[in-house]
């Protein structure tokens, strides 16, 4: 046998020892046979005594019997009719493997390391290059960004939560001319309108109960010839939009209880998940105010509208949690992958990054699959339309068409690579109306390869299809 196989006495004096445990102990069979297995080995570390005193059995446990040895123990009593009268023992050494996975784990580690490195100096010369992505409205929206980021010109950034909009303004300032000087952040809604005033304008010496007796700058003087990232403006309260405005104009602010004036050069970008048109005609959000921050405006697109995005994103995410659990990167399972394709992602990038870190905990043996899914994911799943126009869940026709999920997935080369195969064409049949030669173009396919899929998975109904339209 090749794995080391030990028999004990009921005194636990070894009475069989073979090659194989020769050749993984280093003790040959002269030595050990007619001792105490105890005399070899520390006591602490003999499974078979269990198996000698209770009579216990195990199947494939990992046991480290010395320090530099591992091995997978099979142990069992050794019975006549009721009596123990010994115990054997059958160890696989895995000491390789152990050593192996120690020497991956290691890699991978310093693998991310090396691409943490890498991102720093390619940050350094693009600071965009932290934004992932190359779908076209994601890259558009890049491009523009590059040119304002040039200029001093106030920017406000619209978009959904979780899109990006912090990464998009410290990009901007990155990639400005005042590079060097501070990116200051506030959000204004995380902050009580109370203490707002003093959070942004800082406060004199004694200007109320509890404050610091030599006061305290503001986040405005703090980014004096820096940027001023105000997030979530749509957020702050009417009464405090007339001083920030005024701050604005003048450049200059008082500290809260201070009678001296401060005057900055910051500049100012900020981001809202607010309609702040109709806020301003439902006057909650100051007109003036709006065109005073709306000198240049900018919309990053949320994630349902740049899906070929995902692929990328989701094995970025993998990587990096992978690399922090100190496990390799699971594989995806293509259900998994076409749920996370078919999602729409109201959490936008931040909802995929938590779940990709869920889904690396979750994974077993290396694999992602359907049930490791949140709840609201596998139930949008199975509400979608099979290939009969019929969804799981209802059994009924769908009322509406999800045509801007089927374009979006088809739109990159990438996403495509990643949905199986007859469901894409039956979903880019189902767009174009059946019509052969549009179905082929979205696929990026000829219509002669189209016609040979379509007669391998069963999709051509009669001889008419394969000359029609």
């Known amino acids: 046998?090749?794995?080391?196989?030990?028999?004990?006495?009921?005194?636990?004096?070894?009475?069989?020892?073979?090659?194989?445990?020769?050749?993984?102990?280093?003790?040959?069979?002269?030595?050990?046979?007619?001792?105490?297995?105890?005399?070899?080995?520390?006591?602490?570390?003999?499974?078979?005594?269990?198996?000698?005193?209770?009579?216990?059995?195990?199947?494939?446990?990992?046991?480290?019997?010395?320090?530099?040895?591992?091995?997978?123990?099979?142990?069992?009593?050794?019975?006549?009719?009721?009596?123990?009268?010994?115990?054997?023992?059958?160890?696989?050494?895995?000491?390789?493997?152990?050593?192996?996975?120690?020497?991956?784990?290691n890699a991978t580690t310093n693998l991310h390391h090396l691409q943490q490195e890498m991102n720093r100096y390619q940050a350094a010369d693009d600071p965009f290059y932290t934004i992932k992505g190359l779908s076209a409205p994601l890259q558009t929206t890049i491009q523009i960004a590059r040119k304002v980021a040039q200029t001093d010109a106030t920017v406000l950034l619209y978009g959904e939560s979780g899109v990006g909009k912090e990464l998009f303004a410290r990009a901007i300032h990155q990639s400005s001319r005042r590079h060097d000087k501070p990116f200051i952040a506030i959000n204004c809604g995380a902050i009580p309108a109370a203490l707002f005033e003093s959070e942004l304008f800082g406060y004199q010496g004694g200007a109320f109960t509890g404050a610091e007796k030599r006061g305290k700058p503001g986040k405005l003087e703090l980014s004096?010839?820096?940027?001023?990232?105000?997030?979530?403006?749509?957020?702050?309260?009417?009464?405090?939009?007339?001083?920030?405005?005024?701050?604005?104009?003048?450049?200059?602010?008082?500290?809260?209880?201070?009678?001296?004036?401060?005057?900055?050069?910051?500049?100012?970008?900020?981001?809202?998940?607010?309609?702040?048109?109709?806020?301003?005609?439902?006057?909650?959000?100051?007109?003036?105010?709006?065109?005073?921050?709306?000198?240049?405006?900018?919309?990053?697109?949320?994630?349902?509208?740049?899906?070929?995005?995902?692929?990328?994103?989701?094995?970025?995410?993998?990587?990096?949690?992978?690399?922090?659990?100190?496990?390799?990167?699971?594989?995806?399972?293509?259900?998994?992958?076409?749920?996370?394709?078919?999602?729409?992602?109201?959490?936008?990038?931040?909802?995929?990054?938590?779940?990709?870190?869920?889904?690396?905990?979750?994974q077993e043996n290396g694999v992602i699959l359907p049930e490791h899914l949140p709840s609201q994911i596998l139930s949008h799943s199975r509400s979608l339309p099979l290939s009969n126009g019929y969804t799981a869940e209802t059994g009924r026709r769908p009322q509406t068409t999800v045509e801007t999920t089927v374009a979006s997935l088809f739109h990159d080369a990438a996403a495509l690579s990643t949905a199986d195969e007859r469901t894409r064409i039956i979903a880019a049949l189902d767009r174009t109306y059946g019509n052969k030669k549009a179905a082929a173009q979205l696929l990026g396919i000829s219509r002669g390869t189209l016609y040979n899929k379509m007669r391998k998975y069963g999709l051509l109904i009669n001889s008419t299809d394969e000359t029609g339209g």
Do not use: C
Not at 330 to 342: D, F, G, H
């Open 1 to 105: 046998m090749s794995e080391a196989t030990t028999i004990v006495d009921s005194e636990n004096q070894v009475v069989y020892w073979n090659r194989a445990a020769e050749t993984i102990y280093e003790i040959s069979r002269e030595e050990v046979v007619g001792t105490p297995l105890d005399r070899h080995f520390a006591s602490e570390s003999i499974r078979l005594k269990d198996a000698l005193a209770n009579g216990t059995t195990v199947r494939r446990v990992y046991h480290i019997p010395r320090p530099d040895t591992h091995v997978l123990i099979n142990s069992s009593a050794i019975r006549r009719q009721e009596t123990i009268i010994g115990a054997i023992s059958i160890e696989q050494d895995i000491t390789e493997l152990v050593r192996l996975n120690e020497e991956l784990e």
């Open 224 to 362: 004096d010839g820096g940027t001023l990232f105000l997030d979530e403006i749509g957020e702050l309260p009417l009464e405090l939009q007339v001083k920030l405005l005024r701050a604005l104009q003048e450049r200059q602010f008082y500290r809260v209880g201070g009678t001296d004036p401060i005057t900055v050069n910051t500049r100012i970008v900020a981001a809202t998940n607010r309609q702040l048109e109709q806020m301003v005609a439902d006057g909650r959000f100051r007109e003036d105010l709006y065109y005073r921050l709306n000198v240049f405006s900018l919309e990053i697109p949320p994630l349902r509208q740049r899906r070929e995005d995902i692929s990328e994103l989701v094995q970025l995410f993998l990587q990096e949690y992978s690399a922090a659990h100190g496990q390799p990167v699971p594989r995806i399972a293509t259900e998994v992958m076409q749920a996370l394709l078919s999602y729409p992602w109201p959490g936008n990038v931040r909802e995929l990054r938590n779940i990709m870190e869920r889904l690396s905990i979750l």
